[in-house]
Every structure is written in structure tokens, then in C-alpha cells.
């Protein structure tokens, strides 16, 4: 057997490997370390053995223990659905009122109403209920069908001027242009607009006065502050559905849009619909 070499400068035997005049020092591992290593070799056996581990062809080693995140997250979903399936139930059987009347149940309906406003309702009047051109703002107070929670239910549930529901909200203005002429028609809208900003012309809007009561005032009211029950819109609060100045109310007296709500109940069913009231309701500006 050849004589073991030893480097000179840190007196450490050498392996034997050796490359361009480079030997290689035999500094073997800390026993620690190299305990510790085996030890994780042992601990991914017994995993293996324990626990699902190997992929098979069609599926995977079951374990001796049998455990499965799948089976324990649905355990989990199955307790979750229990819990809410007694509030559900409770929604089911009680009033909008009584719901709202009950602080656990009103919080669950609140959370509930909110995640199927989401989904169902964010498109049109925003993920904040805030509304747009054409589509109502759910915070303010300003109610087109009413704000009480009777009110926003029946609405939810069966729509405004939805045909498929024969319980829908039905009310169309006028298309005045046949009935006004052009300065009837600019005078009625400096004198709306008045109500609520500085007209483009004084004389216009007091002339717009009396075009209004002959026309306006049987669905609106005389003092403009409208009827919840026609769904005609209060003019003199300062909110605008169809959009603002004396041109956008030109367009929309000589040719009203109308918007088309869908019913909601056929669709998610009464208990959502509930749900739904009350998170709109509880927005601010419910009545």
C-alpha cells in the first residue's frame, strides 16, 4: 500500500485525486450534518409509508394513515355549508323586516347580499353600488320605486319593465316631442334644471313653469319632487339618471330612455333576493 499524502501548508491527508498539479484535501463532512442528512432520508421513508406519496398510473399510494387534503377540505366546506344552511333556513322563513330586525341574521344576510351583488348586479350599478350613466346609485336616498325594505324586494324580485315577469315595475314617460314644440320644450328643461342650478336663461325657465304643471306635474308633482309609486324621479334633488344640463334633458323630454331591470327571483331564488334587500338597504339611503 503507497503512503498516505499529506498536504504541506494545512497538514490535512489528501484523497489521491489530483488535477494539474491540484490535490484534493480529505475534509470529510461534520458528523452532525451528516447524522442529520440520514436522518431525512429516514423521515421522507416513513413519510412515504405514512402519508400519500408516490404518483401511480391513475392515481397515488394511499398511506397508511389514509389522509387526503381534498377529503379534509371538503369536510371542512360540508361544516361551513351546515352553519349557513340555519341561517339560510331562518332567511327563508322570516320577512325582510324580521330579518333586519335580528342582528346575527341581518349581519349574515348583509355578507350573503353582498357577495351575490358581485356577481349578479356589480355590472350594471358598480362593484360599489355607486351607479353610472343610465343606472342608479344604490348609497344615496333617491329612490325611483321606493326605499323601504317592501319596496327594494319587490323591485329586486321582479324587475323593472322586465316582460318575462308579469309582476314587474312598469311606467314609461312620454316622448313629448309630438306634443311640445321646440321652445316649449327648451323652456321646460331651463326650468327643471333651475330647481337645482342657475338656467341658461331666466325667462326661459319661468315659462318652463307652466309648460311643466300642464305636463309634468301629473307624474312628477307640482313642487318636481316626483312619485316613488309611478316611478317618476324627483328633479329637484340634484341626482341625474340620464345626465345633466338642459341638453341632456332636451333629448330626454323629446325622447325618453327607459332602462329594463331583470327580474331577480326566478334566477337566485327568495332567499337571495332577501339577502340582497337588506345589503342594499343597508347601504345608507334605505328608507
Given at each position: 500500500?503507497?503512503?498516505?499524502?499529506?498536504?504541506?501548508?494545512?497538514?490535512?491527508?489528501?484523497?489521491?485525486?489530483?488535477?494539474?498539479?491540484?490535490?484534493?484535501?480529505?475534509n470529510?463532512?461534520?458528523?452532525?450534518?451528516?447524522?442529520?442528512?440520514?436522518?431525512?432520508?429516514?423521515?421522507?421513508?416513513?413519510?412515504?409509508?405514512?402519508?400519500?406519496?408516490?404518483?401511480?398510473?391513475?392515481?397515488?399510494?394511499?398511506?397508511?394513515?389514509?389522509?387526503?387534503s381534498r377529503?379534509?377540505?371538503?369536510?371542512?366546506?360540508?361544516?361551513?355549508?351546515?352553519?349557513?344552511?340555519?341561517?339560510?333556513?331562518?332567511?327563508?322563513?322570516?320577512t325582510?323586516?324580521?330579518?333586519?330586525?335580528?342582528?346575527?341574521?341581518?349581519?349574515?344576510?348583509?355578507?350573503?347580499?353582498?357577495?351575490?351583488?358581485?356577481?349578479?348586479?356589480?355590472?350594471?350599478?358598480?362593484?360599489?353600488?355607486?351607479?353610472?350613466?343610465?343606472?342608479?346609485?344604490?348609497?344615496?336616498?333617491?329612490?325611483l320605486?321606493?326605499?323601504?325594505?317592501?319596496?327594494?324586494?319587490?323591485?329586486i324580485?321582479h324587475?323593472?319593465?322586465?316582460?318575462?315577469?308579469?309582476?314587474?315595475?312598469?311606467?314609461?314617460?312620454?316622448?313629448?316631442?309630438?306634443?311640445?314644440?321646440?321652445?316649449?320644450?327648451?323652456?321646460?328643461?331651463?326650468?327643471v334644471?333651475?330647481?337645482?342650478?342657475?338656467?341658461?336663461?331666466?325667462a326661459l325657465?319661468?315659462?318652463g313653469?307652466?309648460?311643466?304643471?300642464?305636463?309634468?306635474?301629473?307624474?312628477?308633482?307640482?313642487d318636481?319632487?316626483?312619485?316613488?309609486e309611478?316611478?317618476?324621479?324627483?328633479?329637484?334633488?340634484?341626482?341625474?339618471?340620464?345626465?345633466?344640463?338642459?341638453?341632456?334633458?332636451?333629448r330626454?323630454?323629446?325622447?325618453?330612455k327607459?332602462g329594463?331591470?331583470?327580474?331577480?327571483?326566478?334566477?337566485?331564488g327568495?332567499t337571495?333576493?332577501?339577502?340582497?334587500?337588506?345589503?342594499?338597504h343597508?347601504?345608507?339611503?334605505?328608507?
Amino acid at each position: 500500500m503507497s503512503e498516505k499524502h499529506i498536504d504541506e501548508i494545512s497538514g490535512v491527508e489528501t484523497t489521491g485525486h489530483e488535477w494539474d498539479g491540484i490535490r484534493e484535501l480529505n475534509n470529510p463532512m461534520p458528523r452532525w450534518w451528516v447524522w442529520t442528512f440520514y436522518a431525512t432520508i429516514l423521515w421522507a421513508i416513513g413519510y412515504a409509508i405514512a402519508y400519500p406519496a408516490i404518483p401511480m398510473i391513475t392515481s397515488a399510494t394511499k398511506g397508511y394513515f389514509g389522509f387526503s387534503s381534498r377529503a379534509e377540505l371538503q369536510q371542512d366546506l360540508d361544516l361551513a355549508k351546515a352553519s349557513q344552511m340555519k341561517f339560510q333556513d331562518m332567511i327563508a322563513a322570516k320577512t325582510v323586516q324580521e330579518i333586519d330586525a335580528d342582528p346575527a341574521l341581518r349581519e349574515f344576510a348583509i355578507a350573503g347580499g353582498a357577495s351575490a351583488f358581485k356577481v349578479n348586479c356589480a355590472p350594471c350599478h358598480g362593484s360599489g353600488a355607486s351607479g353610472g350613466p343610465g343606472f342608479p346609485n344604490l348609497n344615496d336616498d333617491d329612490w325611483l320605486w321606493g326605499g323601504d325594505l317592501d319596496s327594494i324586494q319587490t323591485t329586486i324580485a321582479h324587475g323593472i319593465r322586465f316582460d318575462s315577469d308579469a309582476d314587474t315595475h312598469v311606467s314609461e314617460m312620454p316622448a313629448f316631442a309630438d306634443m311640445l314644440d321646440k321652445d316649449q320644450t327648451r323652456q321646460v328643461a331651463a326650468y327643471v334644471w333651475s330647481l337645482t342650478n342657475k338656467p341658461s336663461d331666466e325667462a326661459l325657465a319661468e315659462a318652463g313653469k307652466q309648460v311643466f304643471l300642464d305636463n309634468c306635474a301629473a307624474c312628477h308633482g307640482e313642487d318636481a319632487k316626483g312619485k316613488p309609486e309611478m316611478g317618476a324621479p324627483d328633479l329637484a334633488d340634484a341626482i341625474w339618471l340620464k345626465g345633466r344640463g338642459e341638453d341632456a334633458i332636451i333629448r330626454q323630454v323629446t325622447a325618453p330612455k327607459h332602462g329594463v331591470m331583470p327580474a331577480w327571483s326566478a334566477r337566485l331564488g327568495d332567499t337571495t333576493v332577501k339577502e340582497l334587500t337588506v345589503f342594499v338597504h343597508a347601504l345608507g339611503g334605505g328608507q
